[in-house]
């Protein structure tokens, strides 16, 4: 009986070892999933079509089209905010060309190794997907007669700061630009969501 008893308390005592095992395993970072290979360790572009909403403080929720090309961190495209008072196609139709609503001097910031969202005791970097979005549009210089009968030139420009990663980014605009609403020239700021298409 005793030999019985010994036999079972080592059955029972290698299960435990064995699921012990199992449950540390199952603890340990892993990127084999294909959930996670599709995040870690892919590196940050914002390269595509982009939409989304761009909630001017002045002149509410407006629909935002983007298309973007990430070369190597340096960003180019355009965008367009359709129905915007300032933004939109009737207040930019004359623009054409340079001073149509392109992307200029854009940055894509990959998040670095050790920052937040990254787990500083693995060897991959958890965090490669995020990142920033920074661009403004280009600079239009327009022409305005002062009371005085003097022509002078007033830079107009849109900045915008965006934080997130791959498919999905938000931030705030700010800048002035031109149209038939009283805040274009004075100034427009609010925020903006866009998510990869």
Not at 35 to 48: A, L, P, S, Y
Not at 118 to 124: E, Y
Request: glycine share 14%; net charge negative.
């Amino acid at each position: 009986m005793l030999a019985n008893l010994n036999c079972a308390s080592r059955t029972v005592g290698g299960l435990a070892l064995t699921a012990l095992l199992l449950g540390l395993q199952g603890c340990g970072a892993t990127t084999s999933s294909d959930m996670m290979e599709t995040q870690i360790g892919r590196q940050f572009n914002v390269t595509g079509q982009w939409t989304g909403d761009l909630v001017d403080s002045r002149y509410g929720t407006h629909k935002i089209y983007l298309t973007l090309n990430d070369a190597g961190g340096s960003v180019t495209g355009t965008f367009a905010v359709p129905t915007h008072i300032c933004l939109g196609f009737n207040a930019t139709e004359g623009l054409g060309g340079e001073w149509s609503l392109s992307i200029s001097e854009g940055v894509a910031t990959q998040a670095a190794e050790g920052t937040a969202g990254d787990n500083t005791f693995t060897s991959v970097q958890e965090n490669s997907n995020n990142g920033t979005l920074d661009f403004q549009s280009p600079t239009l210089t327009e022409k305005i007669m002062t009371e005085a009968g003097d022509e002078l030139d007033v830079d107009r420009v849109l900045y915008f700061t965006l934080n997130g990663d791959s498919d999905s980014q938000t931030g705030k605009f700010s800048g002035t630009w031109i149209g038939p609403g009283l805040h274009c020239r004075t100034g427009l700021q609010g925020a903006i969501y866009i998510n990869r298409s």
